[in-house]
């Protein structure tokens, strides 16, 4: 079968590698000028590595994507550390990246830091029933359980800096899934994540799927019940393509406008998986900010004008980076927050008290650059019931596939499960063409 992956992000490259192996024809768009989608990265001319536009890191448990590296022959260059995440409270930071961090953390009475920690083994440990927890809140599950200390300073703050005006909506199917994955073990490439992505796209390419970068797709069109055309725009501008099978690894919207002709009802549906955009500054300074050696950072948002303060070269060493001490101040937001209208030098000057906030010795002179990215579609709301919200990866349409961060739900985005992602959607549209074939059908058997 001749097959369209629409995306060359970890998900896409991911189906195309599957696909091909299979011995299938590939053939992958990508309307950047990279290969990685959320992952990619973006260098300095100092740097040895690249750096991701946004903060990136994988789980010790993350058992799909470690899969894939290994087959792709790429394991010699993962490697994993146990870097400090802290929480930011009453002026100062405290580690939380074990029990005894915990136990010791004052914001909270010890019997609730006990009941904290009674819930969270609960929640990794013992139960796998997310189906009854996604019946009930996040913020109704954690103030029952852990109680209103907990809550306050621990759980609500987390939700309201993840999903703001939405955190009251989100279920607690998602805050299980967090627990249940995540590790303290952190894990990275050697020369980032764009050096994996650029390993996996050299394999799929090896395997001989075309993949096209710089190459937006302007319009899907359904010749017939078996022939979908790809029509390309970028350095593709007119050129149309006639294919078996597409698969679309890209947000609601954009299914929803390369494929106007999809029934009402399901465009409809579409329109209400709602989800929040991404907005990081990276700021390289010439000294280090969080000199308690802390990587990850999560101040309260209401104090703070950013979620996350990632100094990633608290993780990785600087000397990667020219000697740039490299610092993430990210936010997850609805996408018409001011934060996606604002110049870069204007969104800096937001950040750089908090920044002076967390080290007073900080001044403005220690900034040397500083990069904005912004992606509109980024973290899905997912409220009570929400397994009942997520479309199948076969639309309604014959040979149209979707595979999007809004389907790995009940686990929450990231790098290794879009790896799942994609090697379920090529798993279903493998069967699709299994059935083409017994039927005699698809373009590539009728070009042979």
Not at 67 to 85: D, K, M, S
Not at 395 to 418: E, H, I, K
């Amino acid at each position: 079968m001749k097959v369209a992956i629409i995306g060359a992000g970890v998900a896409g490259l991911t189906a195309a590698y599957d696909l091909a192996r299979s011995g299938h024809s590939v053939i992958v768009y990508e309307a950047a000028p990279v290969a990685g989608g959320l992952a990619s990265g973006f260098r300095d001319e100092r740097w040895e590595w690249p750096l991701e536009r946004f903060y990136h890191h994988l789980f010790e448990s993350d058992t799909a994507i470690r899969a894939l590296v290994q087959e792709i022959g790429f394991a010699g260059n993962l490697f994993f550390r146990r870097p400090i995440t802290a929480q930011w409270w009453n002026g100062r930071s405290y580690a939380l990246d074990g029990v005894l961090p915990v136990l010791r953390f004052p914001a909270i009475p010890l019997i609730d830091r006990l009941r904290f920690g009674l819930a969270a083994v609960y929640l990794k440990y013992v139960t796998n029933d997310w189906q009854a927890l996604e019946k009930m809140t996040a913020a109704e599950w954690t103030l029952r359980w852990c109680g209103p200390n907990v809550y306050r300073e621990i759980w609500r703050p987390l939700l309201e800096g993840k999903f703001g005006p939405h955190a009251d909506e989100v279920n607690m199917a998602w805050l299980w899934a967090r627990l249940k994955a995540r590790s303290f073990r952190l894990g990275y490439f050697v020369g980032g994540f764009q050096a994996f992505c650029d390993a996996l796209l050299e394999r799929v390419q090896s395997l001989g799927a075309v993949v096209h970068l710089g190459a937006p797709v302007a319009a899907l069109t359904q010749l017939d019940d078996d022939v979908w055309q790809v029509t390309g725009s970028g350095v593709l501008a007119g050129a149309a393509e006639d294919v078996d099978a597409v698969i679309v690894t890209g947000s609601p919207a954009l299914l929803a406008r390369l494929a106007p002709n999809l029934p009402t009802d399901y465009l409809s549906h579409l329109r209400t998986l709602r989800s929040m955009g991404a907005v990081v500054m990276t700021i390289a300074l010439r000294q280090r900010l969080l000199t308690d050696g802390a990587y990850w950072l999560m101040p309260p948002k209401r104090e703070f004008p950013f979620l996350a303060l990632v100094e990633h070269t608290n993780f990785i060493e600087p000397a990667r980076y020219g000697g740039d001490h490299l610092i993430y101040c990210g936010d997850y937001l609805d996408p018409d927050h001011e934060y996606f209208r604002l110049t870069p030098d204007e969104l800096l000057q937001r950040f750089l008290p908090a920044l002076a906030r967390v080290n007073p010795h900080f001044e403005p002179s220690w900034v040397r650059a500083y990069w904005l990215h912004r992606e509109p579609y980024a973290q899905p709301i997912v409220p009570i019931n929400h397994a009942r919200n997520i479309p199948p990866l076969a639309t309604p349409l014959r040979g149209l596939f979707w595979a999007s961060m809004s389907q790995v739900y009940p686990w929450d985005r990231g790098t290794n499960y879009a790896v799942e992602l994609g090697r379920r959607v090529a798993a279903e549209c493998h069967r699709y063409a299994e059935m083409l074939r017994l039927r005699g059908g698809g373009v590539a058997l009728r070009a042979r």
